[in-house]
C-alpha cells in the first residue's frame, strides 16, 4: 500500500534538482585548488563568441522567436555589455537598421519588421539601443510617436496593455513607464492610476502578480516595484511583506525561484535579485526610513579574498550555509525575531547613492549557482542543471551576477571589494541601472542625450 506520505510530483521535482546541484558542488568541493579555480571563472570569451554568433545569424529552430527579434537582440547587446565588450560598427549598424525596420510608423516596435507594435518589444528595442549608444541609436527612436502609441495602450483602470486589444498587466505597465522614463517623455498622463493597477496586484504573500487575483511572480514583483518607483508611489506598497516574500524564493541551491513551490531557474538571479539593487537604494521623498524585515547579517562575508593571483580555495566562503537565504518549503525558525533596517535611496535619474543595509539575501551563494550550475563552460548561460543554454537566461544569469557583486559596497562611485565577488576579480562585471536592466554608463549616456533633445 502506497504510503500517506508519499512526495508529490512538485517534492520529487525539488528533490531531483537538489540532488543534481549537490552533486555539482561535491564535485567542486573535491576538486583539486587549481581545477576549483577555472570552475570559478567567468569564461568571458566563450559567453562574448556563443553572444556575437547569435547576433549575427540563428538556427532555422528560432523561427518560432520570430515574434520577439527585438528582445534577442537586448539579450545579446545587454550580456555584451555587461562584460565590457562591443559588437564591430558593422553589426552594430546592422542592428540599428533593423531594428528601425522593427519600428511601427505609427509609434512603437514590434517583434519583427511589419509586425503589430508591442510594449514589451518596444522595450526590448529601446533598450537595446541605449546599450548601443551613440547619436544613431538614440536618434533612431521616434519618440513623438512613440508617445502616442503608449496613450493609445493606456487603459481605463490605469494600467496598460501590451498591444491593440491585447493584455492589460504589471509587465506593461512597466515596459510602458520604463522606456517612457529612459526618453525623458513621462508625463502626467501616462501615470495616471498607474500605482492604484499595481497596488491592486499586490498579493497576500507580499510579492507582486501580473493581474488582480493571480498569484505572486518574481518577474511581475520586479516589474510591479520598479514601477511604483518610478512614478514616485513606493511607499504605497507593503514593502514589508515585499521583502518577507523576496527573501525566502532564494533555496539551499543558492539560486532564486519565481513562485512558492516552484524549481530554482537562473533568471530568476535578476528579476529576485534585481528587486534587492531597487530596495538597497530605495527613499521616499520623506527620506530615510526603517521597513521591518527578517534577521540579518551583521557584516559582510568573511570569505577570502578572490583574486585572480590568491591561491585560496575559496572554501570558506563557499561552504557557507546556502540556506540561510530561505528554503522552497518552509521558513522555519529564521524569522521568529525581526528587526529593522534602513533602506536608502535609487532616484531614478541616478543610480549614485550610500547603501546603509546589508545584503537580504546570500549573494555569495547566488554567485556560485550561477558560475557552477547555470554556466555553460563553452558558451551560454542557463536555467539549472540539465537545461541548455540560451541567450534569455545568458542575460539575466549575467545581470544577477552584477548585482551580487555590489550587493555590499556601499560607495556606488567605488568596485566592489575583492571578497564580495566570488572566484577571480576578472569575474567583475559591469554595473547596471537597476530599474531599466541597463549597463549604466549607456544609461547615463541615453539620460543626457533625452534630457537635452
Known amino acids: 500500500m502506497e504510503s500517506l506520505t508519499s512526495p508529490t510530483v512538485t517534492q520529487r ?26 570552475m570559478l571563472e567567468l569564461q568571458r570569451e566563450n559567453h562574448v563568441d556563443y553572444l556575437t554568433n547569435g547576433l549575427k545569424h540563428l538556427a532555422p529552430s528560432f523561427c518560432v522567436l520570430d515574434a520577439n527579434r527585438p528582445w534577442i537582440c537586448y539579450w545579446i547587446l545587454h550580456s555584451i555589455a555587461l562584460m565590457d565588450e562591443f559588437v564591430d560598427p558593422e553589426l552594430e549598424d546592422n542592428t540599428i537598421d533593423f531594428l528601425s525596420r522593427c519600428q511601427d510608423p505609427n509609434g512603437g516596435y514590434g517583434g519583427g519588421p511589419g509586425q503589430l507594435p508591442h510594449l ?40 496598460f496593455r501590451m498591444h491593440d486589444g491585447g493584455e492589460i498587466d504589471v509587465r506593461a ?51 510591479g516595484l520598479a514601477t511604483m518607483i518610478l512614478i514616485n508611489e513606493v511607499d504605497r506598497l507593503d514593502l514589508s511583506s515585499l521583502i518577507d516574500w523576496v527573501v525566502f524564493r532564494q533555496g539551499v541551491e543558492g539560486g532564486f525561484q519565481g513562485r512558492t513551490n516552484k524549481l530554482v531557474d537562473g533568471c530568476y538571479s535578476f528579476w529576485q535579485g534585481g528587486i534587492f539593487a531597487l530596495l538597497k537604494r530605495l527613499n521616499s521623498s520623506k527620506g530615510e526610513r526603517s521597513i521591518p524585515v527578517g534577521d540579518g547579517e551583521d557584516s559582510e562575508p568573511e570569505s577570502p579574498q578572490t583574486t585572480a593571483s590568491s591561491d585560496a580555495t575559496e572554501e570558506e566562503g563557499l561552504n557557507m550555509d546556502l540556506s540561510q537565504g530561505g528554503s522552497h518549503s518552509e521558513k522555519g525558525d529564521q524569522q521568529e525575531t525581526s528587526s529593522r533596517v534602513t533602506v536608502d535611496n535609487i532616484d531614478h535619474n541616478s543610480s549614485k547613492g550610500r547603501a546603509k543595509v546589508e545584503p537580504l539575501f546570500n549573494s555569495l551563494a547566488l554567485q556560485q549557482y550561477i558560475l557552477l550550475c547555470s554556466q555553460d563552460l563553452n558558451g551560454g548561460l542557463r536555467d539549472k542543471p540539465g537545461k541548455s543554454r540560451d541567450h534569455y537566461h545568458t542575460c539575466y544569469c549575467l545581470s544577477g551576477l552584477s548585482v551580487c557583486q555590489r550587493s555590499w559596497s556601499e560607495d556606488e562611485d567605488s568596485p566592489p571589494l575583492p571578497r564580495a565577488v566570488l572566484g577571480p576579480y ?5 554595473p547596471i541601472h537597476p530599474l531599466h536592466n541597463v549597463v549604466l554608463d549607456r544609461y547615463q549616456e541615453a539620460h543626457e542625450f533625452f534630457t537635452r533633445s
Open 173 to 223: 505597465c512597466y515596459t510602458a513607464i520604463s522606456v517612457a522614463s529612459l526618453l525623458n517623455i513621462l508625463d502626467d498622463e501616462l501615470v495616471q492610476n498607474v500605482g492604484n493597477y499595481v497596488l491592486s496586484c499586490q498579493t497576500y504573500e507580499g510579492g507582486i502578480s501580473g493581474e488582480p487575483g493571480s498569484e505572486a511572480h518574481g518577474g511581475y514583483t520586479f516589474c
Open 426 to 430: 576578472s569575474n567583475l562585471l559591469e
Open 13 to 38: 521535482d525539488q528533490i531531483l534538482v537538489e540532488q543534481q546541484v549537490f552533486n555539482i558542488f561535491n564535485t567542486f568541493f573535491n576538486m583539486p585548488p587549481s581545477s576549483q579555480s577555472f
Open 120 to 159: 514589451a518589444t518596444t522595450y526590448a528595442a529601446v533598450n537595446s539601443l541605449v546599450t548601443l549608444g551613440g547619436d544613431k541609436a538614440l536618434s533612431s527612436i521616434n519618440r513623438e510617436k512613440l508617445y502616442s502609441f503608449m496613450r493609445q495602450m493606456k487603459d481605463a483602470s490605469g494600467g
